[in-house]
């Protein structure tokens, strides 16, 4: 697999426009979802200029396109700042053949709807081993992603 190119600044905000051939943004880093196929160009976000209750996190919003066919290999990915979304999002970008796991898609639609609805959709239940694999596996990427200070 060709290897994937991160670009982050913290709160940096790009335009379609301005972005390279096979680029993918993630969480706001451009504003608003955006889709141009025949560039490349995508923009996985659920911020800006989308009704929240009408899209889905940008985790879930990565699993679907790669379920539905998005070769993320060699792609520039955009981010401007770092959370359990963002986390999530990258992680399947790295490691496409992921999407296939059960326990992965729960994994992200959890983190999704966390990120998505906040204290509507808390870690209960079924959920709690979900939480304790993102406590111990998300927030250390996390930790030591915040240390680089995008």
Known sequence: M???KL???????????????????LDGAIVGVYSDPVKQVFSFDHHG???RMGYQ???SQVLNALI????PAGFNILVNDIDADV??????LLRPDLKESPYVRQFVNTIGLSDNYGPAFP???NTMNIKEYYHKHVLGLLRTLKKAEI
Do not use: M, N
């Open 2 to 4: 060709k290897h994937l």
């Open 7 to 25: 670009q982050a600044f913290k709160g940096r905000l790009w335009v379609p426009e301005e972005c390279s051939p096979r680029t993918i943004a």
């Open 49 to 51: 200029e989308v009704p």
């Open 57 to 59: 996190a940008t985790c």
């Open 68 to 71: 539905t066919g998005l070769d």
């Open 87 to 92: 986390v999530t999002a990258y992680a399947l």
């Open 123 to 125: 870690f209960t239940g």
